[in-house]
């Protein structure tokens, strides 16, 4: 029997809303259901097609992944019957899949494709909130293949996203909301030395919460791979850690190291994490957050000239989300590592990438499909930002008085900023690429 999860409370005004409207916006907490059982509960209507399959937009590869196996073990499958997924160099699908969790640039490059999508009933756009360019731009496409006369239907899901003005862009669009549950969450603040390194900071905070009486899990967010490593080994070398596991949890870990982390664990453990944790994935058991406060976000290097990740503060509706995990299930704690007084400070809510990042990429693949003057924006980019990405697309000779080129075009097919697809392609010209592209790495 499947477990009874919040999400569940909306299943009858779901299917009333497919019923009487195509489309729909779907508001729900992290952690309450709606990334595995709504696409279910579409593809089981009575109303959606037995030929269609339903594609999930997943912001990460390894929520994708991992979501599409939690889907297929509910249905008492093995991933890629019904339930599966395809990402970059990876897929789990065969010829019976019919619910595809799918990464944005993938999703992206079919909608480009000017394919008929005959075989897609719907398409699911599964953390909206967090407002990633290539997501915006997929959905773009999605409206405008309805328009066009394309009869799947588009959903977006989104934790925090205020819903009237998508509402407004969404046609024949139902909006739907679920409160979910959420226990009380006591949050501290443990301003320590700036001198000391984050890693130091949570192996402290981690002593502090289990000489407390702390027995539950424990999930740490740090930004990045290295911060992760550095963490888990500063924690597991601290008194406080016998009979504790202690996990990382990011994308580049083997298949085997992400099940060891989220799978169900006969000790207390710590899960070192990325921001995947944040939104992406529910981590049952969580009772505590220790939040370093930093995440790896994709942002203009003004230096450089290209998008990079840098490493920045969160945002306070980070934070608050963050400190959410700790609440599914009992009464939980989170312990900040920043000072109450900074927290005031911190941006309400991160930025969306159209708002932070160079356009050029984007303005190129919608040159390639002729739309980069006219395109369906759900929020349009600055003028100024769309007049800097066409003069960079100028100068670099993929487009020439508001037209692509022959070698833009051919420079749309690399999922890279146009300054390192023009190396590309010259150093094809030049028999270095192996060279370039270590350069470009």
């Keep these: 029997m499947l477990e009874t999860l919040p999400i569940d409370e909306v299943h009858d005004d779901l299917k009333r809303a497919w019923g009487s409207h195509r489309n729909f916006i779907l508001r729900a907490p992290t952690g309450s259901g709606k990334s595995t059982r709504v696409p279910r509960y579409l593809l089981e ?4 097609p037995d030929d269609k399959i339903i594609y999930i937009l997943q912001p990460r590869r390894m929520a994708a992944r991992l979501l599409a196996r939690r889907v297929a073990d509910e249905m008492g499958e093995k991933t890629g019957q019904t339930a599966g997924y395809r990402i970059r160099f990876e897929s789990a699908c065969g010829k019976r899949t019919r619910l595809v969790y799918v990464t944005e640039g993938l999703l992206l490059r079919r909608l480009a494709s000017g394919d008929q999508l005959d075989d ?7 953390e909206f909130h967090e407002r990633h360019l290539e997501g915006d731009v997929a959905l773009g496409l999605a409206v405008e293949r309805q328009l066009e006369g394309w009869q799947g239907r588009i959903g977006v899901f989104s934790a925090t996203l205020e819903t009237s003005s998508l509402a407004d862009y969404l046609p024949e669009s139902k909006v739907l909301e679920s409160e979910g549950r959420q226990y009380p969450v006591d949050i501290q603040y443990l301003s320590t030395s700036a001198r000391l390194p984050v890693w130091d900071k949570a192996a402290q905070a981690f002593r502090a919460a289990v000489s407390g009486g702390l027995e539950a899990d424990i999930l740490v967010f740090m930004p990045g791979k290295y911060e992760i490593n ?22 580049e870990l083997s298949t085997d190291a992400q099940d060891r982390a989220i799978g169900i664990a006969a000790r207390p453990r710590v899960i070192v994490s990325t921001n995947i944790a944040e939104t992406s994935l529910t981590l049952p058991g969580i009772r505590t957050i220790i939040d370093s406060g930093l995440v790896r976000l994709p942002d203009f290097d003004a230096r450089r000239g290209v998008n990079t990740l840098l490493t920045e503060k969160i945002s306070r509706a980070s934070a608050d989300q963050r400190a959410g995990r700790a609440g599914r299930l009992a009464p939980g704690n989170c312990l900040r590592l920043w000072s109450e007084s900074e927290h005031a400070y911190r941006a309400a809510y991160t930025p969306p990438e159209i708002e932070r990042l160079d356009l050029s990429e984007t303005r190129l693949q919608l040159s390639a499909m002729e739309r980069d003057t006219d395109f369906t924006w759900f929020q349009k980019p ?3 930002a769309w007049q800097h990405a ?3 697309l100028d100068d670099l000779g993929a487009s020439r008085d508001g037209s692509i080129t022959p070698i833009g075009r051919e ?5 890279l900023h146009p300054r390192f697809s023009r190396l ?3 150093a094809r010209e030049r028999g270095c690429t192996d060279l370039v592209l270590t350069a470009i790495a």
């Design 382 to 384: 600055s003028t100024e």
């Design 120 to 126: 897609v009933g719907a398409i699911l756009f599964d």
């Design 45 to 48: 209507w009575q109303g959606f």
């Design 230 to 251: 550095r963490t888990v080994q500063a924690i597991q070398e601290t008194r406080e850690a016998r009979g504790w596991d202690v996990f990382p949890l990011h994308g």
């Design 411 to 415: 420079r749309v097919r690399y999922p």
């Design 390 to 392: 066409g003069e960079l």
């Design 424 to 426: 590309l392609v010259a």
